[in-house]
Structures are given as structure tokens and as C-alpha cells.
């Protein structure tokens, strides 16, 4: 069994955009051979997209910081987005009708004293209440108990 994978052996995953849809797609990103080889595995889980991983990439994507040169206009990071999502093993999500009260509870009882995790709280109350394996190299995600997490291994780690 995978790391994080639970005992009901979920055969789903959504990524986080910031490490893994980001690093699939944009060749020149540090992880990117590590999530092309989890992407090329021989038996791929079906990947989801939801509304925060699909703007987060196509935000992180035009992000001069992050991309640098190879940064994309709007519109191309778009259409990155698109062919991604038009693949026969990708999909995108609506939120399930339980993450929206899952979220605010978690948010109440964690009572973070920053922001920073808002949106990995968030991811992860969306693959809980989707019944969803989490695919990241982000560590944040294992501080959330009950949460199902592969977490990928950059390249030489």
C-alpha cells in the first residue's frame, strides 16, 4: 500500500496545483520529472481538477516569479488548462455538498493563525467529502488527520 493510502485503497486522486498540476505542466519546473513519472504510470488513477487547483494553475502558470521567462499569457495558461482537462484520464469536480460545512469546521476547530493553509484546508475537506486520494509533494497536506495523501518524491529524494 501507497504512502497514505487508506485501508478502502481509494483509486482516485485530485492534485494540488501548486506542486503537482503545475509541475506536470510546465517542463522547466524542479518536480516536473517526478510528476511525469507518477502522470506515466501504466495504471493511472482518474486526476481531478476542481476550482481552486484549475485557477491555481492557470494563475501560477502566468506568474513571472514562478515561471520566469516561460511564463504564459492568460489565455495560453488557459488553454494549458483545457488540454490538460480534455484528457481521457483527467476530469473536473464540482465542490460535494459536504466540503462546503466540512471546510468550516475544520476552519473553526484548527483556528489557523495565518492564511497560508486556507487553501490546502480547503483541498483537503474537497478530497475527504469527494472520497478522494490527495496527490502533492506539499508536506502541509500530512498535518491533516484522516486524510488520504500520496505524497510524490522530487526527482533524486
Request: proline share 7%; with cysteine.
Amino acid at each position: 500500500m501507497r504512502h497514505g493510502q487508506t485501508a478502502c485503497a481509494l483509486r482516485q486522486a485530485i492534485c494540488s496545483t501548486s506542486t503537482s498540476w503545475l509541475a506536470l505542466a510546465a517542463p522547466s519546473h524542479v518536480h516536473h520529472g517526478a510528476a511525469r513519472a507518477y502522470w506515466m504510470q501504466p495504471v493511472l488513477p482518474r486526476l481531478w481538477f476542481n476550482r481552486i487547483t484549475m485557477l491555481g494553475l492557470v494563475r501560477l502558470l502566468c506568474e513571472p516569479k514562478i515561471m520566469g521567462e516561460a511564463k504564459l499569457s492568460p489565455t495560453r495558461a488557459l488553454e494549458v488548462y483545457e488540454h490538460l482537462e480534455a484528457l481521457p484520464e483527467v476530469g473536473f469536480m464540482d465542490e460535494p455538498p459536504a466540503c462546503g460545512p466540512a471546510f468550516a469546521a475544520a476552519l473553526r476547530s484548527m483556528a489557523p493563525s495565518s492564511g497560508r493553509l486556507l487553501t490546502d484546508l480547503y483541498l483537503g475537506c474537497f478530497a475527504q467529502a469527494a472520497q478522494l486520494r490527495l496527490v502533492t509533494f506539499d508536506r502541509d497536506f500530512e498535518r491533516f488527520a484522516g486524510l488520504a495523501v500520496l505524497r510524490l518524491s522530487p526527482a533524486g529524494k
